[in-house]
RNA sequence: GCCGAGGUGGCGAAAUGGUAUACGCAAGAGACUUAAAAUCUCUCGGCCUUAAAACCAUGCGGGUUCGAGCCCCGCCCUCGGCACCA
């Protein structure tokens, strides 16, 4: 059902100690518009007239807007800056955030501010830790040692998608290196199949959604009919990210040696079990091996220091080997279940040990990789033809040694962090009454586990929490049993407040506190009662999110895991939606002016507060939003914010001319910018909607022309969401009065129009006439055959005349 | 290698298959001013030119069409993401 509301989110900011950037102000200049579009729009009357433009109609969007903001303040940065300046984050964050609100509403960003809240808060996190006991609760947090990624900079384990491409640390830079550790691991592979289905699955009706009524014959760089309407690239990321792959699990017959008698058989994946023919080789990770020699297996000293030299290395330096193959012969042979032939068994590290089974069947007549490794080593390269596939696999899983099997890119995420800056996980160890994980959790009433003030609170190398050290909040008592208990002293990653604060706005306030207080005092479940009473009607009104703004590089991170959660949620009967972002759309980066990244290493940040200090905020607005296609990078450029503001100016001189009546060609065009404006907002081309108004402005201002004082209020209210302090000087209810309609007018059939005359398709001619005769081609033709230029180029026989209505001719001769 | 986005003036860029270069910046000339800044007016793709007209121009080569920056086929280049994924 469609919903009679519209709500409009950018991706909430990290608080930084610099303040707000340039590249912030582009997006939430960008969201404030449109949430000032949609306040305005929603004033209207649902039923709006025919002749109102195409866009808005047939669309649920509009009714109440909710366009809040909060602060995401947990984190490394923030933690590191406050070490540095040797000052508690619980004393800094809050300065931090308040001069963010602060330079915010310097920028005229009318946001709702009622609903504000800092993820760092108490009372926010206490359910933050709540909604990560519903994900204990569901068996989808499990303590595993495994080896992590470890930043030797932050001192923390850091989750897959934390580290980049050329194997840093996305916040530092710093390359990652691996730690064995116990850590807190979320099954978020348990939903990968919906992940990834639900990208393309059908969850917004089409009819519903304003840029698909659009009759378009252009590819738009997004879905439209399916699924969500993401950008493509952030879906084809998420897409690769999951990475679902189809293959076979297969059954190799080892031929054991004495010194390892359960070694009997191993396991390949493959996608390409239709050349197993060609096998002439197994190649294991380094990683089995090892585990075959604690096993017992009695390697030789080659085997072995290949081995302990490859679990040395970094993933960084192991790919650096790509095109170096190196690896041993074990000395084991396999027997090939297809053809029965016996084959060497070698370990070799291109071979990764977390995906598939570890161990590849090598075929180099089909597979480069094991080409360059078969050439290396000597090994035989067969040339047989393929089977097929079906067959294969038939036969193999009659045999009982193979089975279809599904695997994926995706990895649990690792979500303990062994830092001080974040929510403290309520979870503490009993030696009595622990779970299989050897913890209780705490209960509701337990909460928010408060995170201690601190005085010092470093983080150690050698993979201990900060939290461990104090003793007094460690050691406390079970919440089943009442005995000696421990803490958890991991803290939750900064995705964990973001994964879940579209969710607090719709119903957070100032008094969340005191109603939360309320259900504490009345209830052992309080928080279960406060979902269920105060915040779920209000979430089921307000979710989902109908436009989601921001960054790309949160494409695999943030909004991965906030589908997660809310997935989980979901399934928990807290939530009745499965996705929470219905429209998505990524900004471009903004680069310094010298085009490279802007950082303060570099001196080449722009400060907006200097900005707007010189030029206005409204000229800064318009300057955001106007330099470029708002989702492509792009570079500041200074000098060109003059133009904004000598654009503001103009609009000043073209609002003193007023007159009874409006001009017609004004009457015209002033609908026609109302149909752009609209257009351009609800599409992100806001670029090309403040060109329109400019065009307006210079025709109106450089002509006698002049515009009725109902039409140049009509005037400034679409110009409010741009640069609402110049509208308010033009009109004192630009901001808050009902969005006008743009309804043809009567002057639109006498205004002249310009016909392009083609011969052979190239322009020889123009011919104006009025705009209802333009439409006529006895009347368009009447002229164009008298116009000299025409009788030059076109002097004999026409062939064949083309003619679209109001536009052009064509004459072919 | 795979996936995604792009390539149009000096620069940022416009353009439902229908007048390419809108809008803005910079630049040049002029006005105002003692002067500068600001502001205003005009010019501003290339070629040729006193001017006009013609011709050539949307990365390259083909194609479809009355008409292609846009659609199709084949390339080149730039940016972003992923990647020894078996």
């Not at 025709?699 to 400034?716: C, H, P, T, Y």
Request: charged fraction near 25%; glycine fraction near 8%; charge should be negative.
């Amino acid at each position: 059902m469609a919903k009679d509301k519209t709500y409009v989110l950018g991706m909430f900011p990290y608080p930084s100690g610099e303040g707000l950037h340039v590249g912030h102000g582009r997006i939430f200049s960008a969201v404030d518009v449109m949430g000032r579009y949609f306040r305005m729009k929603g004033k209207q009357e649902s039923q709006s007239s025919d002749h109102s433009p195409k866009i808005a109609q047939g669309s649920e969007l509009g009714g109440q807007v909710l366009s809040p903001m909060g602060w995401d303040a947990f984190g490394l940065p923030a933690e590191n800056a406050a070490i540095k300046a040797k000052k508690n984050p619980i004393d800094m964050v809050p300065h931090n955030y308040g001069n963010f609100r602060a330079q915010m509403k310097n920028l005229s960003f009318d946001f709702d501010w009622k609903h504000e809240f800092a993820t760092t808060d108490p009372t926010y996190y206490g359910f933050t830790q709540w909604l990560f006991l519903h994900l204990y609760e569901a068996g989808l947090v499990y303590r595993e040692e495994v080896a992590i990624n470890w930043c030797p900079k932050c001192l923390t384990g850091l989750a897959n998608e934390e580290v980049m491409g050329d194997g840093t640390h996305e916040r530092c830079g710093t390359v990652v290196t691996k730690k064995s550790m116990p850590q807190w691991v979320m099954k978020i592979t348990n939903y990968a199949d919906r992940l990834l289905n639900d990208l393309s699955a059908p969850v917004i009706q089409s009819s519903s959604n304003p840029v698909d009524d659009r009759k378009t014959g252009k590819q738009e760089n997004r879905n439209t009919n399916m699924g969500l309407d993401w950008p493509r690239g952030i879906l084809e990321m998420q897409r690769n990210w999951i990475g679902k792959k189809e293959g076979v699990r297969v059954k190799f017959q080892v031929e054991s040696p004495s010194s390892l008698s359960s070694l009997t058989a191993l396991e390949v994946f493959t996608t390409r079990i239709d050349t197993i023919n060609g096998v002439t080789f197994i190649v294991v990770a380094p990683e089995i091996a090892d585990g075959w020699i604690n096993g017992g297996f009695e390697a030789n000293e080659e085997v072995k220091k290949y081995i302990e030299k490859s679990l040395q290395k970094s993933d960084q330096t192991r790919q650096e080997g790509e095109k170096n193959k190196t690896g041993v012969d074990t000395g084991l042979k396999a027997i090939n279940p297809w053809n029965q032939e016996e084959v060497p068994i070698y370990v070799a590290d291109y071979v990764l040990p977390d995906f598939g089974t570890g161990c590849v069947m090598g075929v180099p007549q089909y597979d480069e990789r094991d080409l360059a490794f078969a050439t290396k080593y000597n090994l035989e390269v067969k040339d047989l033809p393929l089977d097929k596939y079906e067959d294969v696999l038939a036969k193999l899983t009659k045999d009982k040694v193979a089975n279809s099997e599904t695997n994926w890119h995706l990895r649990d995420w690792v979500f303990s962090r062994q830092r001080y800056w974040g929510e403290p996980i309520p979870l503490v160890y009993c030696e009595k009454c622990g779970d299989q994980n050897g913890v209780v959790p705490l209960t509701e009433k337990d909460l928010p586990l408060e995170l201690p003030y601190l005085e010092s609170y470093e983080p150690t190398d050698t993979g201990e929490s900060p939290l461990s050290r104090i003793n007094e909040w460690v050691n406390t008592k079970c919440p089943k049993c009442g005995g000696p208990a421990r803490r958890e002293t991991d803290t939750m990653p900064n995705w964990a407040g973001s994964c879940w604060y579209f969710l607090a706005f719709p119903w957070w306030s100032e008094k969340t506190k005191t109603q939360l207080d309320e259900f504490k005092k009345k209830s052992e479940t309080p928080y279960t009662n406060f979902w269920k009473e105060v915040a779920k009607p209000e979430i089921d009104k307000w979710l989902p999110v109908d436009w989601y703004l921001g960054g790309a590089e949160h494409a695999v991170l943030h909004l991965l895991y906030a589908r997660f959660w809310v997935k989980v949620f979901q399934d928990r009967g807290l939530l009745d939606f499965s996705e929470p972002f219905l429209r998505l759309r990524s900004v471009g980066m903004v680069l310094a002016e010298d085009g490279k990244k802007m950082s303060k290493s570099l001196g080449n940040v722009i400060n907006p507060d200097e900005m707007v200090a010189k030029f206005g905020s409204d000229a800064v607005r318009l300057y955001e939003m106007f330099m470029g296609p708002w989702d492509q990078a792009i570079s500041w450029d200074t000098r060109s914010l003059i133009g904004q503001k000598r654009f503001i100016e103009r609009i000043g001189e073209a609002v003193k001319k007023v007159g009874d009546k409006t001009s017609p060609i004004l009457s015209v065009n002033l609908v026609k910018l109302g149909e752009k404006v609209e257009k351009g907002i609800v599409e992100q081309k806001f670029n090309t909607a403040i060109a329109s108004i400019m065009e307006f402005v210079n025709m109106w201002r450089g002509s006698d022309l002049v515009m009725s004082q109902n039409d140049v209020n009509k005037f400034a209210q679409l110009l409010s969401p741009f640069a609402p302090i110049c509208a308010k000087s033009i009109w004192d209810q630009a901001e808050t009065a009902k969005w006008p309609t743009f309804e043809e007018v009567s002057e639109m059939a006498e205004v002249p129009v310009t016909i392009a005359v083609q011969v052979n398709g190239k322009l020889r001619a123009t011919v104006e006439l009025e705009s209802s005769k333009s439409k006529v081609e006895s009347e368009v033709m009447k002229i164009v055959m008298d116009n000299e230029q025409v009788k030059k180029w076109a002097p004999g026989e026409i062939k064949k005349t083309i003619f679209i209505p109001g536009k052009i001719v064509n004459l072919v001769v």
